[in-house]
């Protein structure tokens, strides 16, 4: 009974697919024609963004505009599950004008058509964004996005809590595993941080601060190298203190670790610029306890640091009015009233060089109230970013196999430098299944 | 039952008509899509991202290779037996204990038990999924969590199937009691007569008629134990204990939907149709001899 049921409701949301598969069809035939005859009077964008906040900058663009209307709406899923949608709607014509796309996975977006250069609209912008970041975006040549922000990686740590041992927040790894354990021994159910295998993302950028370069090309041909000197570095550096049970394993945005997180059990964490703007739903009761430190590097006095997160917005291969929806995303993350509302309701660091001075920089993020230099620490990160030369075209496999084998590895207790290799492989083998040429 | 009189109807055809058109249309014809996707892959063209000219090519039985000699799929296979192995004889038992015990006697606030024991089958099985996440994590577990770890290399497949049997327990159950409410009366009087105590008539009566209502169930939950997708779908976000290969189910839509190759998950899915089928079957032809004995 119950598989009839399913089997039932299947077959409705199949025939509703259908019918939005052909109804889709048809109409993506006849508005070609009408912007082959050049595109007048009013037009509206589907605009697909997760972050919180950013209505307020919709409204204020449609305001201005009422001949380019933007509609927006929240995906489903967040990251790889919008992304892996994306790819799939792709060829059924159904995707919105513009999406949000985090730098990592453009380049697989890229790679299966789903998104369009936008050169040709938004012109020249190179004089407004430092170079690490417009290498997030252009690739041979093409512009596939205007970068909307910068996320250089920050330590994170519980003032109150740190102070009460006598501790300063560490500015090497070195002092950090010291802490570690102070921390620990004082109190074994306290830790300085956990090491989380579901973020990729943060592991890559903490790769990146360390010099490793995952992928490169020349030519055509890609070259990978996860599992390089520097990774294996911070790989043996973690592992060493999860060996010791120094740091927690658990991984991160679950309630356990939100819980760790609001209860003082877990009282640092190695993040990166928006923080901020998650604390409120995972330690909601301790806001004004934590302070932002700069992240602690590999030999004293050294500021590079990686990035975790950050994105821009593309226009799709669907969107029947790509001039359009480049000039939104254009606005959005270069003009003075975009990014004045990006900084206010989304807490986003600028990567827009001409407005990292803007005085709405001046207050910190409501979470940090107690930190007015928020923002002077960040804009410091944010000089020292070292990125990937480029992110992989199937990046998705790499994080699934950073998920799957790093977790493997935190669950029987081996070393974490054995699920690099894994993960180099899997990434190696996909791009070869894929028909790509590689060397690594 | 009569025979109808007037044979020569077209009417039983006529109705069949929705019914076999739905299932060419949303069963048959997206199934042999997937079976004719298995045997494709995706050839990146020219350029950096392989852009220029893609191709979707033949490929023979490369796919059916892959997924064949993938440890991690024969592993995954395990990983799903094991949790049948626990969960699908605790469905069975315990909803035929819960069952007998309705049927029993003396009891008392039936109706309301039945839907105590009922109600968990309607919670959605995302949502008890995470109801149990919060009850298994340390952090937030009112059962123990900080002396028992739930998410143990071996007590994974427990907390898993726990979640599972919980769900599924109350449905399979009303099937055994409605079962049991339809065995004539008189057969249970007459032993309660010859003296047999409550529990004799359970165990030597009622049990052995109720045999084709649990080959039934059995193999419900044995196909239930085969589709095992939301349950550790839903726990992988807060362990280390779950991979995104965990079981087959998830193996494909990892192969499919992150991985972004729907070629090897259309070969793994298919597979995996092959494996389900001839597992009913086999099931099935088991039961119902271990039935047909125990009808003797």
């Not at chain 1, 995906?75 to 985090?102: C, M, Q, R």
């Not at chain 1, 109190?187 to 790769?207: E, M, R």
């Not at chain 1, 932002?292 to 799709?316: F, K, N, Q």
């Not at chain 1, 409501?366 to 992989?392: C, E, H």
Request: with cysteine.
């Amino acid at each position: 009974m119950r598989t009839n049921l399913m089997r039932g409701t299947a077959a409705l949301t199949l025939a509703a697919t259908a019918l939005a598969m052909t109804a889709c069809g048809s109409s993506s035939s006849s508005s070609k024609a009408g912007a082959a005859s050049g595109s007048h009077g009013k037009v509206t964008l589907t605009f697909v963004n997760w972050d919180g906040g950013m209505q307020a900058a919709v409204d204020q663009w449609n305001q201005a505009n009422p001949d380019i209307q933007v509609q927006l709406s929240k995906p489903s899923g967040t990251g790889y599950t919008l992304y892996n949608k994306l790819i799939t709607n792709n060829a059924a014509g159904t995707n919105p004008d513009v999406t949000e796309v985090e730098y990592q996975a453009l380049p697989a977006l890229i790679a299966n058509k789903v998104i369009v250069p936008i050169d040709q609209y938004i012109g020249d912008i190179s004089a407004d964004f430092d170079k690490s970041s417009l290498a997030q975006v252009q690739f041979e040549g093409k512009t596939y996005g205007v970068p909307q922000n910068v996320c250089p990686m920050v330590f994170f740590y519980r003032k109150d809590i740190f102070d009460s041992l006598g501790l300063k927040p560490p500015t090497t790894w070195d002092e950090y595993a010291a802490d570690a354990a102070t921390i620990h021994a004082k109190n074994p159910k306290q830790y300085i941080g956990n090491f989380s295998a579901v973020d990729s993302g943060w592991f890559a950028g903490l790769a990146q601060q360390a010099g490793a370069n995952w992928w490169t090309t020349s030519g055509t041909t890609w070259n990978v190298a996860i599992d390089d000197a520097p990774t294996q570095k911070v790989a043996n550096y973690w592992s060493n203190l999860i060996d010791k049970g120094l740091v927690s394993p658990e991984p991160n945005w679950s309630p356990q670790w939100s819980t760790d997180m609001n209860s003082g059990n877990i009282i640092g964490w190695v993040s990166a610029q928006w923080a901020p703007n998650q604390f409120p739903s995972v330690a909601k009761d301790t806001a004004g306890k934590w302070v932002a430190a700069p992240l602690p590097a590999w030999t004293a006095g050294d500021p590079t640091v990686g990035i975790w997160g950050g994105e821009t917005e593309a226009v799709t291969a669907n969107s029947k009015h790509p001039a359009e929806a480049a000039k939104f995303v254009k606005w959005l993350n270069s003009s003075t009233e975009g990014v004045k509302t990006l900084i206010q309701q989304v807490a986003a660091f600028p990567a827009s060089l001409s407005n990292q001075n803007q005085d709405a920089l001046k207050t910190p993020p409501p979470f940090m109230s107690d930190q007015q230099d928020y923002n002077t620490l960040i804009a410091q990160a944010a000089k020292n970013v070292r990125t990937f030369q480029v992110w992989g075209p199937n990046a998705n496999v790499t994080f699934d196999a950073y998920s799957n084998d790093f977790a493997a590895a935190l669950q029987n207790k081996t070393p974490l430098s054995a699920a690099l290799t894994q993960m180099q492989q899997a990434t190696v083998d996909d791009l070869k299944k894929r028909g790509f040429s590689v060397t690594g | 039952m009569k025979a109808p009189r007037r044979r020569h109807t077209l009417l039983p055809q006529i109705l069949l008509i929705p019914a076999v058109v739905l299932f060419l249309l949303f069963t048959v014809a997206p199934g042999a899509y997937a079976i004719y996707l298995s045997f494709m892959k995706q050839k990146a063209g020219g350029g950096l991202f392989g852009t220029d000219n893609p191709t979707t090519v033949f490929a023979g039985l490369e796919n059916y290779r892959a997924a064949f000699g993938d440890a991690e799929f024969w592993h995954s296979i395990g990983r799903m037996l094991l949790v049948a192995v626990i969960g699908v004889p605790a469905t069975i038992g315990f909803s035929t204990l819960f069952a007998l015990c309705l049927d029993a006697k003396r009891t008392r606030l039936v109706g309301f038990s039945r839907l105590a024991i009922f109600l968990p089958y309607a919670v959605p099985g995302v949502v008890a999924t995470l109801l149990w996440g919060f009850m298994y994590l340390p952090a937030t577990s009112p059962i123990g969590g900080d002396t028992i770890n739930y998410f143990g290399s071996h007590t994974v497949f427990f907390a898993v199937a726990n979640v599972a049997v919980w769900g599924v327990l109350g449905f399979n159950m009303v099937v055994i009691y409605t079962s049991l409410r339809g065995l004539p009366r008189e057969l249970f009087q007459a032993a309660e007569l010859d003296g047999a105590s409550e529990l004799q008539i359970a165990l030597r009566i009622k049990l052995p008629l109720l045999a084709p209502t649990l080959t039934l169930v059995t193999v419900f939950s044995l196909i239930g134990a085969l589709q095992l997708f939301n349950e550790p779908t839903t726990l992988k976000p807060v362990t280390n204990a779950i991979s995104s290969t965990w079981v087959p189910l998830m193996r494909v839509y990892t192969d499919a939907f992150v991985d972004n190759d729907i070629y090897r998950g259309a070969a793994a899915s298919f597979l995996l149709i092959v494996l389900t089928v001839a597992a009913t079957v086999a099931a099935n032809t088991v039961l119902r001899l271990i039935a047909r004995r125990s009808e003797r």
